[in-house]
């Protein structure tokens, strides 16, 4: 029983020469494969590899020969990403210089992305990436006006500082009393004087010669 297999007809765009790796371009174009249009352009907006923004100017290349094509019609949106995949370039290979006069090989890879279109349903098993759609606007609560109590002002008195009377009563310094000088006794009994050894040895030898 022969089977007739209908060969699906795509477009495709290719970028070569891309200054990446293929190992890092194929982790972005596993993302894409089998999504449609709208939803790879969302992944790879919201991608953090620097990839991404080479594979998206090579979708967008191909969405453009999509459209530009006047016998087959197709509008960009109802495409399927059919196929993504990343190619190994050649390598450039440079040269940097080491400690005691040795060399450190660098390696600057290269690859080649192609994105091919094609129509039908989405072919991938991921989720499907949801439209971001206008958030509805939540109703607002009913505000319930309460009606405040209105506080009559009070008539302020007015207090009136109390008149602080201070004493000026001048206090005189007391007199101090100074203590008065002992004066000396007049009836004081002054020592007699007393003749001396000498005097009394002078004395007694004159009584001798007499």
Known sequence: MAVAMEERETVRAQARWVHSSARKARLVTDLIRGRSVPEARTVLAFSNRAVAKEIEKVLRSAVANAESRPD????????????????EGPTLKRWRARARGRVARIRKRTCHITIELGQGAPLSDAPAVPAMAAPEPEPEPEVVEELEAVEEPQAEVAEEPDAVEESEVTEEPEATEEPEADEPDEETEIPEERPSAEAEAEASTKETDQ
């Open 72 to 87: 087959l019609h197709w509008q960009g949106d109802e495409l399927v990403v059919v196929a993504a995949y990343a190619d």
